[in-house]
C-alpha cells in the first residue's frame, strides 16, 4: 500500500475568475471520492450530482472532466472545487500502487456505438418529458444573438423557474438551490460572452436574469441569498458591458432599462437594491444622463414624500441624498443648501447641517441642531437614532 501523489500541479490559470470565485461554494459538496494513483474521480453535488475526473503527472494534468454543461472560458467550478478539495485534505486515502484499467461503462459504450441520428431522436424524446434537460440544453445551446433580445433569455430563465414551482406557484428551499445552480450558469454564459465582447447577448442575458428573479423571488425561499446574489451578479455584469462596450446605442439602452428597473420597488422590498441603485446614479451622476436622472429622482422624492410607512420615508430618504449627491456635483450649491434646510426633520439631513456647522465653528447652533433631532426622533419613537 501506498498513498496518492499530492502535490498537485498549478491550475488556477485553467479558470476564469468567475468559476474559481464560484468554487469555494462547491467544496463542501464533494462526495463520493475514490482516490487513484495521481488521480480522482468524485461527484459534486449542484442541480444534479455532476461526476468529476481529475488526473495528473509531475508537470500536467492529463485529465480534467466533468459531466455539468459548462462550456465557457476554461474549466467549470465543479472542477476547481475538486482540485481546492484535494489541497485542503491533509493526506489522501491509502491505495495499491498498482490500480486496475477499468473497463469502459457499458451505457458509455452504447452512447458511442449511436449514430447521430439516434441520439438526437433519444434527446428529443427524453428532452419532451424532462424540463430541466430542455434548460440545460437551451442554456448550452441557445443560439448566439448579436442584438439586444432580453424577450429571449427571459423565457429560458422563466421556464427554469416554473419548473421547479409546485402547484401553487411556490418554490421550496430544497428546490431552489437547483434553480439557483442553472441560473448561475447562464451568468457563466453572460460573463463569457462579455469577455467575447458579444455586449448585445451579455446585457440580454443579464437583463433577463434579474427582471425575472426579482419577480420570483417573493414566491419561493431564499433564505440562503442564492437568488438575491445571482441579482447582484446581472447588475455587476450589465455595469462591465456599459463601461467595456463604447457604443452609445447600446449605453442609452442600458441606462434606459435600468431606469425603468429603478422604478420597481421589489428590488428595494427583498434586499436587492444596492446593486442596482449603486450602478444607477454612478452612471446617471455623470452626462448625458443628469437631466434625466434629476427628473427621475424628483418623481420620486413627489411620489414618497406624503408616504408615513417606513418604507416610504426611507426611499425618500435615500433619493434626497442622491439629489444633493447630484446638485454637487452640477455645483449648484444654494439649490442643495435649500434642499438641506427644508429636510431637517431627517436624521441623514441633519447630520449633513450639524457637520457644516462644525466646519464654521458654530458649536452653540450644532449643539442646539443636535437636541432639536433628539427631540424629532423621541416625537418618532426611533430610539436608535435619538
Not at 479558470?15 to 475514490?34: C, D, G, I, P, W
Not at 476547481?80 to 491505495?95: H, P
Not at 416610504?312 to 442643495?336: D, I, P, W
Not at 427631540?375 to 437614532?385: K, T
Request: proline share 3%; glycine share 4%.
Amino acid at each position: 500500500m501506498t498513498k496518492a501523489k499530492k502535490t498537485l500541479p498549478p491550475y488556477e490559470h485553467l479558470f476564469s475568475a468567475q468559476s474559481l470565485k464560484r468554487a469555494y461554494e462547491y467544496v463542501n459538496y464533494v462526495e463520493n471520492v475514490q482516490f487513484s494513483q495521481n488521480g480522482i474521480s468524485c461527484k459534486v453535488e449542484g442541480s444534479y450530482p455532476y461526476k468529476v475526473k481529475i488526473a495528473w503527472n509531475d508537470n500536467d494534468y492529463t485529465e480534467l472532466s466533468c459531466t455539468c454543461p459548462y462550456d465557457y472560458e476554461g474549466y467549470c467550478k465543479h472542477i476547481a472545487a475538486v482540485l481546492m478539495y484535494i489541497e485542503e485534505e491533509e493526506e489522501f486515502l491509502e491505495i495499491p500502487t498498482t490500480t486496475k484499467k477499468q473497463k469502459k461503462p457499458e451505457w458509455k459504450q452504447i452512447i458511442e456505438k449511436l449514430s447521430k441520428e439516434e441520439l438526437q431522436a433519444f434527446l428529443i424524446e427524453y428532452a419532451a418529458d424532462d424540463e430541466s434537460l430542455i434548460n440545460t440544453i437551451m442554456i448550452k445551446y441557445a443560439t448566439p444573438i448579436d442584438r439586444v433580445d432580453i424577450q429571449k433569455y427571459k423565457k429560458i430563465v422563466n421556464n427554469i423557474f416554473s419548473s421547479a414551482s409546485d402547484d401553487f406557484g411556490f418554490i421550496h428551499y430544497q428546490d431552489v438551490y437547483g434553480v439557483s445552480h442553472l441560473i448561475s450558469n447562464l451568468s457563466d454564459k453572460a460573463i463569457s460572452a462579455r469577455e467575447k465582447a458579444k455586449f448585445e447577448e451579455s446585457f440580454s442575458i443579464s437583463a433577463a436574469m434579474s427582471e425575472v428573479c426579482i419577480d420570483y423571488i417573493q414566491n419561493l425561499d431564499d433564505s440562503s441569498g442564492w437568488i438575491g446574489g445571482l441579482i447582484y451578479d446581472a447588475f455587476r455584469n450589465i455595469e462591465n458591458v456599459f463601461h467595456e462596450c463604447k457604443n452609445e446605442t447600446l449605453e442609452n439602452l442600458i441606462f434606459e432599462w435600468l431606469s425603468k428597473q429603478m422604478k420597481n420597488p421589489d428590488y428595494s422590498d427583498y434586499g436587492c437594491d444596492e446593486g442596482l441603485e449603486s450602478i444607477y446614479f454612478e452612471l446617471g451622476n455623470n452626462p448625458p444622463y443628469t437631466e434625466s436622472t434629476s427628473r427621475f429622482i424628483d418623481e420620486q422624492l413627489s411620489q414618497y414624500e406624503k408616504g408615513t410607512g417606513w418604507s416610504s420615508k426611507h426611499r425618500y430618504n435615500e433619493f434626497l441624498m442622491q439629489k444633493l449627491v447630484l446638485l454637487e456635483k452640477q455645483e449648484k450649491t444654494e439649490e442643495a443648501q435649500l434642499l438641506i434646510e427644508k429636510n431637517l426633520q431627517l436624521s441623514d439631513i441633519r447630520k449633513i447641517k450639524v457637520n457644516q456647522l462644525l466646519e464654521q465653528k458654530d458649536f452653540f447652533k450644532a449643539t442646539e441642531c443636535i437636541k432639536e433631532r433628539i427631540r424629532i426622533s423621541e416625537q418618532e419613537n426611533f430610539a436608535g437614532v435619538t
